[in-house]
């Protein structure tokens, strides 16, 4: 197998966490690439990780960061921006996109791996989040003097995922009723593990080159059942109270308003289509997806069965 130095963008959030202990476990270099190293020291554990601190917005500063690399992976993203007329979203989901290319195209890196998700599109899409990331989708897959593979995941599951764990710690805190916004949108949730080893897999598989792939799991939920799921897994006894279209989007237009935006008008556009997969996981990776019930238990459940999911991981 070929060992790469690989810079990750995102590399310090959930899925960049998984992906660069993958990586490093097959010995590639990984360079983590973050807007604040510090918070993310606990990367230098990982024998072959580098930190590097870097606006990645700035094209000589991403061209500098790079240096040396051979495979750039994109992670970032955004589900909310500061404002609410999608500048934030372009700047994120498209400008970044762009100076990434420049930067591969500046040090002569032909490997590129994007994150985009499913749902991104840039002529239908609902939401700024859905417009943008299909954007900056079609900008990457463009770039034909680069050999890149993009992927368009639902929605990500697995430790310290922001979804399942968001929904867990609400329920904690919400008392007696907890009022569900957009109950009856069906995700395919797919395996944090299974997406990283997508990506692991394409690196070196000229097949995926100026490919997209749509990522799911092998069934999917409405928020409805997941919510409830994850109530069970965690002992919360609240009834979860299923809202009408007009009431999830009130309730959307006043999180709007509130600091750290819980729920914003964006997030209810997104909600608007099914978030799921027409096919199987492709079938170039080799991978069965992994049903969300082998592993929500070990990080959503008890200690014990967190502990288990240590033991779950260890066998992977
Ligand atoms: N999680 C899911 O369910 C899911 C589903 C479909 C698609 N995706 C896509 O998968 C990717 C990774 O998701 P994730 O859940 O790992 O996200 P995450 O935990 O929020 O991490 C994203 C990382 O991107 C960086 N970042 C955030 N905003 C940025 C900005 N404005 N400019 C530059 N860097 C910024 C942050 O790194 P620093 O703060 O260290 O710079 C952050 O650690 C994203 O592109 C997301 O859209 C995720």
């Not at 589900?79 to 970044?96: P, S, Y």
């Not at 002529?123 to 990457?140: D, P």
């Not at 914003?264 to 080799?286: A, M, Q």
Request: one cysteine or more; aromatic letters at 8%; hydrophobic letters at 40%.
């Amino acid at each position: 197998m070929k060992r790469h130095t690989i810079a990750i963008l995102g590399g310090s959030g959930f899925v960049g966490h998984h992906l660069a202990s993958r990586l490093a476990r097959d010995e590639h270099t990984v360079r983590i690439l973050t807007r604040r190293a510090e918070p993310h020291r606990d990367f230098l554990v990982l024998p072959t990780a580098e930190l590097v601190e870097c606006n990645v917005h700035d094209q000589l500063a991403l061209n500098a960061a790079v240096v040396g690399c051979d495979v750039v992976v994109n992670l970032v993203g955004i589900l909310n921006e500061r404002g609410h007329r999608g500048k934030g979203f372009e700047r994120a989901h498209v400008d970044l996109p762009r100076t990434v290319i420049e930067a591969c195209r500046a040090n002569a890196i032909t490997r590129l791996l994007h994150m985009s998700a499913l749902g991104a599109d840039a002529a239908h899409g609902a939401s700024h989040y859905q417009r943008s990331k299909g954007r900056g989708e079609q900008l990457v897959l463009a770039a034909d003097d680069l050999r890149v593979t993009a992927f368009r995941p639902s929605v990500i599951f697995g430790p310290e995922d922001s979804f399942l764990n968001r929904f867990a710690g609400l329920l904690r805190r919400v008392p007696l009723m907890f009022p569900l916004a957009c109950p009856s949108v069906r995700f395919a949730t797919v395996y944090v593990g299974d997406v990283i080893e997508a990506f692991t897999r394409a690196i070196d598989n000229p097949h995926t080159y100026g490919r997209s792939y749509d990522l799911c799991g092998p069934r999917s939920y409405t928020l409805l059942e997941l919510v409830r799921y994850v109530a069970k897994l965690g002992g919360h006894p609240q009834m979860i109270v299923p809202l009408p279209d007009w009431a999830s989007r009130l309730q959307a237009e006043v999180f709007e308003w509130v600091p750290g935006k819980p729920f914003s008008r964006d997030n209810y556009l997104s909600t608007k289509h099914d978030n799921v997969c027409c096919g199987p996981f492709p079938e170039i990776f080799g991978i069965t997806p992994t049903p969300l019930e082998t592993v929500a238990p070990y990080y959503l459940g008890d200690a014990g069965e967190r502990k288990r999911y240590a033991t779950f991981r260890s066998h992977q």
